[in-house]
């Protein structure tokens, strides 16, 4: 049980109806006037060890209480960064400073309605003070950020979900741009990405926004053939040489997941195809396949650079 939990139980027990009074009944008896005549009685050198318990156990109940308001004041959270908070449970937490923090924050919420403006807020918050916090979702799931730094963050969101904003430099004065990598995937070989740039407007203003901008003035989508390569298939393949209508005929689409560098800005696509294939077919296909196409930023756009 986490230490606020603690706190909390012995504080309702310390202030409770019962507490005060009850309890001292059974510690010091002495300690109360058994004439209801209200008789004047002296207290000799013999009942003085009864005063003196008393006023002990009164002097531990207020350091105990103490204790457990300081205690209860906390956020449960940042007492135990492991734990899970519904949602609605915790206090607004404050605006970050970083970029991809508050794109993270200022998603629209058709896009990202998984969690709330103020659960992302609060998860930004804790993670720049080295604490993953585990929030509980809309949909009762958990929620939580693997990492993050000042130009990047990456967000699990559900079992087969994740979400990547990258803060990239541009050349254009007046814009500052964001990019999200939305990727579902019900194991590595099915997953599939989106796309999308932003704007950030006015950051570390109330007035913050995004806008969102079109994705073909920063990154050319690849086309499926991009993934094949006819020479180097026909060197590699024992069997029938294939043409591109062959692989396309295999292959009637395509998934891609897409992700990017943490501390760079290299992206990277990785076919997901594959787990689709019958063994015959990926037999053939794998010879012609390039498992991933790269591309690096340069400022105003990304460009491909090399295949593996």
């Known amino acids: 049980m986490p230490l606020f ?159 990547q904003i990258k803060s990239l430099p541009y050349d254009k004065k007046g814009i500052n741009l964001i990019m999200t990598i939305y990727t579902i995937s019900g194991d590595p070989e099915t997953a599939d990405s989106t796309i999308k740039f932003y704007n950030l407007v006015n950051p570390e203003s109330p007035d913050a926004s995004l806008t969102e901008l079109p994705i073909k003035n920063f990154f050319k989508l690849p086309n499926p053939k991009d993934f094949y390569d006819l020479k180097a298939g026909d060197l590699k393949s024992a069997g029938r040489k294939m043409s591109m209508d062959d692989i396309m005929e295999e292959m009637p689409f395509h998934t891609i997941e897409y992700s990017i560098s943490p501390k760079g800005s290299d992206l990277t696509g990785r076919l997901t195809i594959s787990n689709y294939l019958t063994m015959e077919a990926r037999k053939r296909l794998e010879p012609y396949m390039r498992p991933e196409l790269h591309w690096a930023w340069d400022g105003k756009h990304f460009s491909p650079t090399r295949c593996r």
């Not at 899970?84 to 937490?93: L, N, P, Q, R, V």
């Not at 916090?133 to 809309?138: G, V």
């Open 5 to 163: 939990a603690y706190s909390r139980n012995i504080s309702n027990f310390a202030v409770g109806k019962y507490f005060p009074t009850a309890l001292l009944l059974r510690i010091s008896p002495k300690m109360l006037n058994k004439d209801i005549s209200n008789k004047k009685e002296d207290f000799t050198d013999s009942k003085r060890p009864d005063m003196l318990r008393a006023l002990g156990v009164w002097m531990a109940l207020a350091f105990i209480t103490g204790f457990c308001n300081i205690a209860m004041s906390i956020n449960p959270p940042l007492l135990n960064p492991g734990v899970i908070a519904a949602s609605g449970e915790t206090d607004a937490a404050p605006d970050s400073t970083s970029l991809v923090a508050q794109a993270f924050a200022l998603i629209p919420d058709a896009d990202l309605d998984i969690l709330t403006k103020e659960m992302r807020k609060e998860m930004t918050i804790y993670m720049e003070n080295d604490s993953v916090y585990r929030i509980r979702n809309i949909y009762s799931g958990q929620s939580w950020i693997d990492e993050m730094n000042q130009d990047y963050i990456r967000i699990h969101l559900t079992n087969v979900s994740n979400l």
